[in-house]
């Protein structure tokens, strides 16, 4: 009923850029929040960023200064702008919102199947 698809994700050298993207569709009435997870090899799924539907923001440690969230809300989407990225930046990156399907109902998370980031010279 509701759907995450990602897109984006690549192999690219230490210090370059990547952007991810994500779009939910399906039975969606409100997306309240959205946000990036990672999971490298043999670790545990981490937070990256997250958004709120009134676009603050939330970052990692790891992460603040290099990566940039943003959302479209007419668009239901969410991107992951990546700069300065890092071998250790190498995982699998998911996507997650938090949707209400229809007026008056508790919300849900859902997940995106995720796409590979590869950082490597």
């Known amino acids: 009923q509701v759907q995450l698809v990602e897109s984006g994700g690549g192999l690219v050298q230490p210090g370059g850029s990547l952007r991810l993207s994500c779009a939910a569709s399906?039975?969606?009435?409100?997306?309240?929040?959205m946000g990036w997870y990672r999971q490298a090899p043999g670790k545990q799924r981490e937070l990256v960023a997250f958004?709120?539907?009134?676009?603050?923001?939330n970052y990692a440690d790891s992460v603040k200064g290099r990566f940039t969230i943003s959302r479209d809300n007419a668009r239901n989407t969410v991107s992951l702008q990546m700069n300065s990225l890092k071998p250790e930046d190498t995982a699998v990156y998911y996507c997650k919102a938090v949707i209400a399907s229809r007026a008056g109902t508790s919300p849900a998370d859902y997940w995106g199947q995720g796409t590979q980031v590869t950082v490597s010279s």
């Open positions: 958004i709120t539907y009134i676009s603050s923001t």
């Open positions: 399906g039975s969606i009435f409100r997306i309240n929040l």
